[in-house]
Nanobody
Framework: VQLQASGGGLVQAGASLRLSCAAS????????MGWFRQGPGKEREFVAV??????YYGDSAKGRFTISRDNAKGTVSLQMSNLGPEDTVVYYC????????????????????WGRGTQVTVSS
């Protein structure tokens, strides 16, 4: 199973950007697919996840980012708007085969699969 993230790049402050992640593997159907991000020297931070029919957002994403998922295509996307320099980090796609309790889904260690990351740079 592999996760391939794309859509990162360089944008100006206030712009929007859409990240996408595609899962490979004919029988791969994870219950949870989502996004984390990590800056240099910092811990990996929860951004958003689709867990079954539920959607959860981290504090940095609320009101600005929207996660969506296409189960038929095995993809998850993150639409980001009103980006600022603080959003300049590497974004990682993550997936977990089975559900976890709500209190645990923000923890990176509960996810089974990770993409390689895509860099987002926001200039001021």
């Amino acid at each position: 199973v592999q996760l391939q993230a794309s859509g990162g790049g360089l944008v100006q402050a206030g712009a929007s950007l859409r990240l996408s992640c595609a899962a490979s593997g004919s029988t791969f159907s994870p219950y949870m697919m989502g996004w984390f991000r990590q800056g240099p020297g910092k811990e990996r931070e929860f951004v958003a996840v689709r867990s079954g029919a539920m959607t959860y957002y981290g504090d940095s994403a609320k009101g600005r980012f929207t996660i969506s998922r296409d189960n038929a295509k095995g993809t998850v996307s993150l639409q980001m708007s009103n980006l600022g320099p603080e959003d300049t980090v590497v974004y990682y796609c993550a997936a977990r085969q089975n559900r976890v309790i709500t209190g645990a889904l923000r923890r990176p260690d509960v996810y089974d699969y990770w993409g390689r990351g895509t860099q987002v740079t926001v200039s001021s």
